[in-house]
């Protein structure tokens, strides 16, 4: 024991010369010590506290308690979804027209969309010409989109409308939509007012992913630009990705149609920056490329300056 004990004070005062002012050790082991110095001094050692401040050499040994074996669990059945599977449906044949229009009744006409959609708000389908070339895909419907039914209405769809006229286009002239159909609930205020926004979940989004597949259908754009790291997730795959700089400027694909991935038009309006603007243009401008749309050098010059 005595050779044990000349062991240990040798690593304590290793421990220490290395810059270590504390270390844990066990209630048994201190137990143990006690035991040796109350043997030591010829009386019986006392009960062992829970957790014990010790010195040796003026390094703070404290004893911790080690965790109690965790209790076995038993097996419990998988939690009941919030939302159920999609719903199947078919659309008719006819022109783009028609189709939509078939479409957007079903969606309307959804029930688990209204059921989430609170009093005198709306459920949101996309808008823009069905012949469009590119159509940009955000994640859900804010608080100024659930009130007209439209996506992207708000001051970020105010500064996505700039962008569509920076490359030569009409808001009319593409297509906007969203992955989700209705604005993902949080708990309302007085008068029943929900502030502020939320991202989908992931059961969210694949409830509604059906839907904007059949947009894409119907469109059959030449250009996908999913806006924002939930929506490129929503469109890629959930976990593909772990920031949005891994794939944001990077060509993709969805559904077998070339696909873009940039920030959300709130970014720069967070820090409306130049430098902000210009990494979201350089992506526009390769969207621009893809979709035969013709590029001038003063396009090509856009927030260049510092």
Known sequence: ????LTILTDELRRLKA???KNVSISPDSVATLRRVVQARKGTQPAAAPAAEP????????????????????????APEPKLPPP?????????????????????????????????????????????AKIMFVGEAPGAEEEVQ???FVGPAGQLLTKMIQGMGLKREGVYIGNIMNWRPELPVGAGGVQYGNRAPTVEEMSYCLPYLRAQLAIVNPDVIVALGATAAQ????????????EVRGRWKDFEGKPLMVTY??????REPTNKKKRMIWEDLLMVMERAGLPVSE???GYFLDK
Request: with cysteine; net charge positive; glycine share 12%.
């Open 1 to 4: 024991m005595h050779a044990a």
């Open 149 to 151: 039914g439209e996506p």
């Open 87 to 131: 719903p199947p449906f078919t659309l008719p044949e006819g022109t783009k027209e028609e189709r939509m229009a078939a479409l957007r009744t079903i969606v309307l006409n959804d029930p688990e969309c209204a059921k989430h959609v609170r009093p005198g708000k709306k459920i949101v389908v996309g808008v823009g010409t069905l012949d």
């Open 54 to 77: 010790a010195s040796a050499g003026r390094l703070a040994v404290t004893a911790v308690r080690e965790p109690a074996p965790a209790a076995k669990a038993e097996s419990a059945p």
């Open 264 to 269: 959300h038009p709130s970014y720069i309006l």
């Open 234 to 245: 929503g469109l890629l795959g959930f976990g593909t990705f772990k920031t949005l700089g």
């Open 18 to 20: 290395q810059g270590v």
């Open 298 to 300: 003063k396009q090509r």
